[in-house]
C-alpha cells in the first residue's frame, strides 16, 4: 500500500531528503517510517487548561499504541481554552476556537504529512 506520507519522505529528491533530515534530527530514523503510515495526533493539552491536564499522558499511551501498530505517531497542538486562566472570560474566543478546529486544522490536515489524525479535546462545561 503506498501512503500518502511517502510522497513527502520519498518523492522529489531534495524534498525527500530534507523531510527525512527534519525528522532524523528529532531522533526519528527513517526505517520507523518506511512503508509505514504516519498518524498525526492532535492534542489541546495545556498547563493553563486544567481540563486538559490529563491529554498529555492520554496523548502518550495513545502515541505507544500506535508505534507498536506498526505507524509513526507524530503529535502536534491545536488550541485550548480555559475559563481558570483568561480574562474576562474563555467564552469570548469559543467562536474561535470552533473556526480554528473546523477549518484552521482542516488545512493545516492537509498539509502535513499524515495518512491520519486523531485528536484529543476535553471540556470542563456542565450542562
Sequence with gaps: MKY???EWFYGREELGFQHRAALRTMGVDADRYKDRPIIGVV????????????????AAAVKRGIFSAGAL??????IS????FMRPTG??????????????QTILLQSRASDSVGSFTSTDRRK
Design 4 to 6: 500518502r506520507s511517502q
Design 43 to 58: 492534542n489541546s493539552w495545556s498547563e493553563l487548561v486544567n481540563c486538559n491536564i490529563n491529554l498529555r499522558d492520554a
Design 73 to 78: 505517531p507524530l503529535e502536534f497542538p491545536t
Design 81 to 84: 481554552l480555559g475559563e481558570e
Design 91 to 104: 467564552m469570548l474566543y469559543r467562536n474561535r476556537m470552533a473556526m480554528d478546529v473546523a477549518a484552521g
